[in-house]
Structure formats: C-alpha cells, structure tokens
T-cell receptor, first 112, second 111 residues
Framework: AQSVSQHNHHVILSEAASLELGCNYS??????LFWYVQYPGQHLQLLLK??????LVKGIKGFEAEFIKSKFSFNLRKPSVQWSDTAEYFC??????????FGPGTRLSVLP | DVKVTQSSRYLVKRTGEKVFLECVQD?????MFWYRQDPGLGLRLIYF???????EKGDIPEGYSVSREKKERFSLILESASTNQTSMYLC??????????FGPGTRLTVL
C-alpha cells in the first residue's frame, strides 16, 4: 500500500526566510504528486502538481516543488515566505488507477 | 472555477443520531470522495464514487454509508453517530485529470 510521510509537523519561520517542506512516498510505480494548502478557515486548495515531464514544478504564489524519483521525494520550496503563507500543507500521491493518499500535513507558522 | 459545496460548515449532533452530510458539485465530474481530516493524521478516505449509484469503500468506511442518486450529489451518512466521529469532513471531486478539488468542509461535533 502507498504511504506518504512529511518530515515536519510544525515549522516556524520568520518572514523572508526560505522554506523547504519534505515529502516522501512509498510506491514503486508511476505516480502523480500534489501539494495542497489549507489557509486558516479555508478549504484545501491545489498548490501545484506533477504528472510527468520537467521534475521541477512551479505552482501558485511563488511555490515550487522538485520530484526526485530516486529518492521518492517531492519537496516543496519557496525562496522567501510571507506572513500570508501561514497555513497547513499537505503532500498527496496518486498512483495510476488508485486513490489519493495524503500525508499527515505540516503546519507552517510565519512570524511577521 | 470549480465549485464544491457542502450542506453545513458546522454541525453538532448527539450520540446515536443519524447524520446526513451532503456534497454538491457543479462541474459534471464523475468522481466524488468523502474524507475525514484529523490533526496529525491528514486526510483519510471514507468512501468514493465513480458514477451514479456506484460506491466503493475507502480506507475507513466503518460507521459510515453513502448515497449517490444523482451525478452532482454525494451524501455521507452516519447511521448512529458516535463521539469518535467528531471530525472535519471534506468532500472532493475529480475529473479525468486526476486532480482533486475540495469543498469547504463540515466540522461535525458529536456530543
């Protein structure tokens, strides 16, 4: 069965700091990879996704993620965070013909 | 814009009550899903449906059932609510592109 792990439960950064949130999955076949974000009081929104092609994927609000197949990883990055990036971030994996599997989430707090 | 609506944002019920959570989409997508979201556990799939009158169990179906009589509507039913079903319930839809789109969620408290 697939599983998704996220390295940190809670990350605290100051504004302008760089961000990297780790995500690893366990599945040997072809996968689609996603990062979702949930701002306080709002619904889950798609941040970015990877299906195939360039392993460096750019998403909304300056986020990007890199798929490293050999490491089964799909880490999320942002060069300079803002207070408005405070949210919970979920990594998700979807193997062909199978359901989504979500990671436990990482809560990001950005201090002004 | 994808629109997924859920019948209530907040709901308080008593143990043993029958609870209906409804999800409606306006995108004509075939696939609809119910998840529950709990701190530290992420999202866990309860049930899903790929077509009208079709349903499949997810990872944690115990204590739940679903109904999909129309393509745009997918209901989650708690036959006899229990306190361990206190949670945030999320409905999601997806089309052929495999991306899931979520509703705003229903925070259910069972007393």
């Amino acid at each position: 069965a697939q599983s998704v792990s996220q390295h940190n439960h809670h990350v605290i950064l100051s504004e302008a700091a760089s961000l990297e949130l780790g995500c690893n999955y366990s599945y040997g076949g072809t996968v689609n990879l996603f990062w979702y974000v949930q701002y306080p009081g709002q619904h889950l929104q798609l941040l970015l996704k990877y299906f195939s092609g360039d392993p460096l994927v750019k998403g909304i609000k300056g986020f990007e993620a890199e798929f490293i197949k050999s490491k089964f990883s799909f880490n999320l990055r942002k060069p300079s965070v803002q207070w408005s990036d405070t949210a919970e971030y979920f990594c998700a994996v979807n193997a062909r013909g199978q359901n989504f599997v979500f990671g436990p989430g990482t809560r990001l707090s950005v201090l002004p | 814009d994808v629109k997924v609506t859920q019948s209530s944002r907040y709901l308080v019920k008593r143990t043993g009550e029958k609870v209906f959570l409804e999800c409606v989409q306006d995108m004509d997508h075939e696939n609809m899903f119910w998840y529950r979201q709990d701190p530290g556990l992420g999202l866990r799939l309860i049930y899903f449906s790929y077509d009208v009158k079709m349903k499949e169990k997810g990872d944690i179906p115990e204590g739940y059932s679903v109904s999909r009589e129309k393509k745009e509507r997918f209901s989650l039913i708690l036959e006899s609510a229990s306190t361990n079903q206190t949670s945030m319930y999320l409905c999601a839809i997806s089309g052929r592109a495999d991306t899931q789109y979520f509703g705003p969620g229903t925070r259910l408290t069972v007393l």
